[in-house]
C-alpha cells in the first residue's frame, strides 16, 4: 500500500530565504506525485505535479520539486520565499481504490511560517 | 478556479442531531470526494462517487452515508453527529481520464462543530 511521510510538521524561515519541504513515499508501483498549498481558510490549491518526464518539476509561485525515484522523495523547494507563501502544504501520491478507482494519498502535512 | 462550492461553511449542531453538508460543481465531472482534515491526519477520504447514484467507501467511512442523484451534487450526511465528528470537511472533484483523474480540485471547507 502507498503511503507519504512529511518530515517535518512546522517549518520556521525568514524572508527571502530558501526553503525545502521534505516529502518520502512508499509505493511499489510507479506513482503520481503532487504537492498542494492550503491558505488559511481556504481550500486546497495545486501547486505542482510529477506524472513522467523531467525529474524536475515547476509549480505556481516559483515553487519546483524534484522527483527521486531511488530516494523515493519528492521534495519541494523555493529559492526566495514571500510572506504570502506562508501556508500549509501536503504531498500526495496516486493510489488505487477497492474498487479499482484513482485515489490521492495525503501525508499530515508542513506549515511553513514565513517571518520578516 | 475549478467551480466547486460547498454549504454550508460553518455549522454548530449538537450530539445526536443529523447534518447534511453539500457539494456543487459546474466543471461536470464525473468523479467527486468527500474528505475530513484533521490536525496531525492530512487529508482522509470518507467516501468517493465515481457517477451518479454510484458510491463507495473510503478509508474513514463509519458514521457517514453520501448520496448522488445529480453529477452535480454529492451530499454527505451525518446520521446521528457525535464530536468525533468535528473537522473540517472538503469535497473534491476530478476529470476522467487514466493520468487526469488523479488531479483533484477542492472546494472551499465546511468547518462543522458538534457540541
Known amino acids: 500500500a502507498q503511503s507519504v511521510t512529511q518530515l517535518d510538521s512546522q517549518v520556521p524561515v525568514f524572508e527571502e530565504a530558501p526553503v525545502e519541504l521534505r516529502c518520502n513515499y512508499s509505493?511499489?508501483?510507479?506513482?503520481?506525485l503532487f504537492w498542494y498549498v492550503q491558505y488559511p481558510n481556504q481550500g486546497l490549491q495545486l501547486l505542482l505535479k510529477?506524472?513522467?518526464?523531467?525529474?524536475l518539476v515547476k509549480g505556481i509561485n516559483g515553487f519546483e520539486a524534484e522527483f527521486n525515484k531511488s530516494q523515493t522523495s519528492f521534495h519541494l523547494r523555493k529559492p526566495s520565499v514571500h510572506i504570502s507563501d506562508t501556508a500549509e502544504y501536503f504531498c500526495?501520491?496516486?493510489?488505487?481504490?477497492?474498487?479499482?478507482?484513482?485515489?490521492?494519498?495525503f501525508g499530515a502535512g508542513t506549515r511553513l511560517a514565513v517571518h520578516p | 478556479d475549478a467551480g466547486i462550492t460547498q454549504s454550508p461553511r460553518h455549522k454548530v449542531t449538537e450530539t445526536g442531531t443529523p447534518v447534511t453538508l453539500r457539494c456543487h460543481q459546474t466543471?461536470?465531472?464525473?468523479?467527486m470526494y468527500w474528505y475530513r482534515q484533521d490536525p496531525g491526519h492530512g487529508l482522509r477520504l470518507i467516501h468517493y462517487?465515481?457517477?451518479?447514484?454510484?458510491?463507495d467507501k473510503g478509508e474513514v467511512s463509519d458514521g457517514y452515508s453520501v448520496s448522488r442523484s445529480k453529477t452535480e451534487d454529492f451530499l454527505l450526511t451525518l446520521e446521528s453527529a457525535t464530536s468525533s465528528q468535528t473537522s473540517v470537511y472538503f469535497c473534491?472533484?476530478?476529470?476522467?481520464?487514466?493520468?487526469?483523474?488523479?488531479?483533484?480540485?477542492f472546494g472551499p471547507g465546511t468547518r462543522l462543530t458538534v457540541t
Open positions: 473534491a472533484i476530478s476529470e476522467s481520464g487514466q493520468r487526469s483523474s488523479y488531479e483533484q480540485y
Open positions: 509505493s511499489s508501483v510507479s506513482v503520481y
Open positions: 510529477y506524472l513522467s518526464g523531467s525529474t
Open positions: 500526495a501520491v496516486s493510489g488505487r481504490l477497492s474498487g479499482g478507482y484513482n485515489k490521492l494519498i
Open positions: 466543471e461536470n465531472h464525473r468523479y
Open positions: 462517487s465515481y457517477g451518479v447514484k454510484d458510491t
